[in-house]
Nanobody, 115 residues
């Protein structure tokens, strides 16, 4: 079955960086577009970044443009999210997702930005 396992979250000071990873299995990773979402306490889940199956097309939520970079390694079946210049508003649980019949998410990794 499809499995998505996020990692790389943690506590970081404002202005810091983190790199999230999402290890995918149970489907042909290189054939599917992928997304990163986040959900802050009391807020709805929102899409942060998108990457096409080949990696050639990416798009970003306005508030993270220029700070976050989504990428993928189709040889390693892994999705990444490089997050730079983190702000307190970036604090959230971060999830990777794939639309495999229906949209599926991993368990998430917590990112906390605080001084």
């Amino acid at each position: 079955q499809v499995q998505l396992v996020e990692s790389g979250g943690g506590l970081v000071q404002p202005g810091g960086s983190l790199r999230l990873s999402c290890a995918a299995s149970g489907f042909s990773f290189s054939a599917y577009n992928m997304r990163w979402y986040r959900q802050a306490p009391g807020k709805e889940r929102e899409v942060v970044a998108f990457i096409s199956y080949s990696g050639r097309t990416t798009s970003y939520y306005d508030s993270v443009k220029g700070r976050f970079t989504i990428s993928r390694d189709n040889e390693k079946n892994t999705l990444y999210l490089q997050m730079n210049n983190l702000m307190t508003d970036d604090t959230a649980m971060y999830y990777c997702s794939v639309v495999y019949g229906t949209e599926l998410w991993g368990q998430g990794t917590q990112v906390t930005v605080s001084s």
